[in-house]
């Protein structure tokens, strides 16, 4: 039996998932006006004055306002965004609204006010760790054709991976199958990424044997989830292997990839090998050298691996990085010691010579 059988146990939820939330979610009636307004809105209103407009109204439970901001600030090109419904908390208070807020997104202008909403109230719950709820909302999504698709399903995906919770996002897999979904390679990578981070090499080749399976492209992140595995199970030399392979494919290396080479040698006790990496990789992208040396340079500092350090941080110098406070007061002092040693060493010399 393969590893995927074990995983796609029963679901939890009925079959018939898709149609057991009641009629009482879906209004078709159109979002009123609910002015007049204790302020007038501006000439030119960005996305945070939105943002915060629609919190001061979610707080309240007026939805009706809520309703009415989320259509016109689409209308003024001012999308939604992560902090739009930031007026949800974790708490059975402030979600006790939710069937009220689903009511009122689901009478949204059809299209993107709609569908954008939808995916970013998912989003939000999911980040407050209420799965079940976000599910709730697919639900919805599904049963009245609100353009579910797989970006819809990610946070929850997200979710579940980064808490371990293996089954329930397989599970969640199932889910989107049955509502006429594919998941594409960022679902598996979610999978992937969780499975390689507890070295559970494994169930990690089945996710890649299943990625390709069914004809997906790898991307950055299914390559950035293998170097993870790789270094964290101490195979170092396959996540260089991997390295390579991912950059003669020409994909786009992430700054965490690197941190994960980084931190494999490191746990190795390979200091001198970590400062061969990042200055072999010099030069090709000046963010990615920031971000590579300074995490470098903070390891090496917290490893009591001064001269390492001081090496790396001579470069960084060299080439006008900057410096935290940490690393500034680290490096002051070091070459503070090293001009002292150098004069010593000079007046000593001088003396014998004498």
């Known amino acids: ?23 009482r ?34 707080r309240n439970g007026d939805m009706v306002t809520v309703g009415y901001l989320l259509n016109k600030r689409v209308r003024d090109g001012c999308f939604n965004t992560i902090k739009t419904f930031n007026f949800l908390n974790n708490t059975e208070s402030s979600l006790s609204i939710l069937d009220s807020l689903i009511q009122t997104l689901s009478r949204l202008d059809k299209g993107l006010p709609r569908k954008q909403a939808f995916d970013l109230l998912i989003a939000r719950l999911c980040k407050l760790e209420r799965t079940d709820e976000a599910l709730r909302v697919i639900e919805t999504m599904a049963e009245r054709g609100y353009g579910l698709n797989v970006a819809s399903f990610h946070p929850i995906v997200s979710s579940l991976t980064r808490k371990k919770k293996m089954e329930e996002a397989w599970r969640v897999v199932d889910r989107m199958r049955d509502a006429g979904v594919s998941p594409d390679v960022t679902t598996y990578n979610y999978l992937l990424t969780a499975y390689c981070f507890e ?70 006790g390979y200091y001198d090998q970590a400062v061969r990496f990042v200055m072999a990789c010099r030069g090709r992208d000046p963010m990615l050298d920031k971000e590579s040396f300074g995490v470098l340079a903070n390891k090496l500092v917290s490893l009591g691996r001064p001269v390492e350090a001081m090496v790396v941080l001579d470069e960084m110098r060299k080439r006008g990085m900057t410096f935290g406070k940490k690393l500034t007061e680290f490096y002051e002092q070091n070459v503070q010691n090293r001009s002292k040693s150098c004069i010593d060493s000079t007046g000593t010399s001088f003396m014998q010579s004498m």
């Open 199 to 268: 070295m559970k090499l494994t169930e990690a080749s089945a996710v890649v044997k299943k990625i390709e399976e069914e004809g997906l492209a790898v991307d950055s992140r299914t390559y950035d989830a293998l170097i993870l595995g790789a270094c964290r199970a101490g195979k170092v030399e396959g996540a260089l292997v991997l390295l390579r392979s991912m950059m003669d494919a020409g994909f786009h290396v992430m700054y965490s990839t690197h941190s994960h080479v980084i931190n494999g040698m490191l746990r190795l």
């Open 25 to 58: 979610f879906f209004v078709a009636a159109p979002i009123p006006n609910p002015g007049p307004f204790d302020e007038p809105f501006p000439d030119e209103p960005t996305a945070a004055y939105y943002d915060e407009q629609v919190y001061k109204a979610g």
């Open 1 to 23: 039996m393969s590893i995927l059988r074990k995983l796609h146990i029963k679901s939890p939820y009925p079959q018939n998932f898709f149609k057991i939330f009641p009629p």
